[in-house]
């Protein structure tokens, strides 16, 4: 048990669909984060919500929509994916950044999506 | 921004064999992890070790902030040990990001 649970484990969407995922963190964290990746490649941070204010967005495509309603809660809506957008998606949590103490981020088991 | 180079970028190992992993960074940095990644994709959480030595079992780390490193030392190897291995470091001033490595993939071998 990690404390940070994600649903669907593995998605199989076509092109014109429109799905959701979700992470659900029982840390009693106040950040949470969305990454993906892709083959051969590190993970790249996609979104950061602090306080459930969005504060980081990496030039993420915009069929990507991240949405926060509580400091638990964490989606990420999906519409008209690439084949190209594929990858294990990875949420994590942590204490929100408040100075130079740094936080430790943990992760939900991931979200493997294929996109047809 | 950060650039994380982590090496080597493979590694097969006799099961009983030591190994070391090297994360190097190129800014400093207030926050640093190691993670295992499970052929399973899951991340698991190793060490938080912006700084100085950390040991949990066969697993210990070092970070030498000073010259923008960091090592992970796995004794004794068990094929549960394989994965991939990733330092992730949070750059001084940055708000929440956080950069991840190219990370070594270990094979152990029985």
């Known amino acids: 048990e990690t404390g940070v649970t994600q649903t669907p484990r593995h998605l199989v969407m076509g092109m014109t669909n429109k799905k959701s995922l979700k992470c659900e963190q029982h840390?009693?964290?106040?950040?949470m984060y969305w990454y993906k990746q892709s083959a051969k490649k590190p993970l790249e941070l996609m979104f950061v919500y602090s306080l459930e204010e969005r504060v980081e967005n990496n030039s993420v495509p915009s069929r990507f929509s991240p949405e926060c309603p509580n400091s638990s809660h964490l989606f990420l809506h999906l519409h008209t994916l690439q084949p190209e957008d594929s990858a294990l998606y990875l949420c994590?949590?942590?204490?929100?950044?408040?100075?130079?103490?740094?936080?430790?981020?943990?992760f939900g088991p991931g979200t493997r999506l294929l996109v047809l | 921004g950060i650039q994380v180079e982590q090496s080597p970028p493979d590694l097969i190992l006799q099961e009983g064999a030591n190994s070391t992993l090297r994360c190097n960074f190129s800014d400093s940095v207030n926050n640093l992890q190691w993670f295992h990644q499970n052929p399973w994709g899951q991340l698991i959480n190793l060490f938080y070790?912006?700084?100085g030595t950390k040991q949990n079992g066969r697993l210990s780390a070092t970070t030498v902030a000073t010259e923008r490193y960091s090592l992970l030392y796995i004794s004794s190897s068990q094929t549960t040990d394989s994965g991939v291995y990733f330092c992730a470091v949070r750059s001084s001033g940055g708000y929440q990001k956080v950069t991840f490595g190219t990370g070594t993939k270990l094979q152990v071998i029985p």
């Open positions: 070790i912006p700084s």
């Open positions: 994590a949590s942590s204490q929100a950044y408040s100075g130079p103490s740094p936080r430790t981020q943990y």
């Open positions: 840390l009693g964290h106040n950040a």
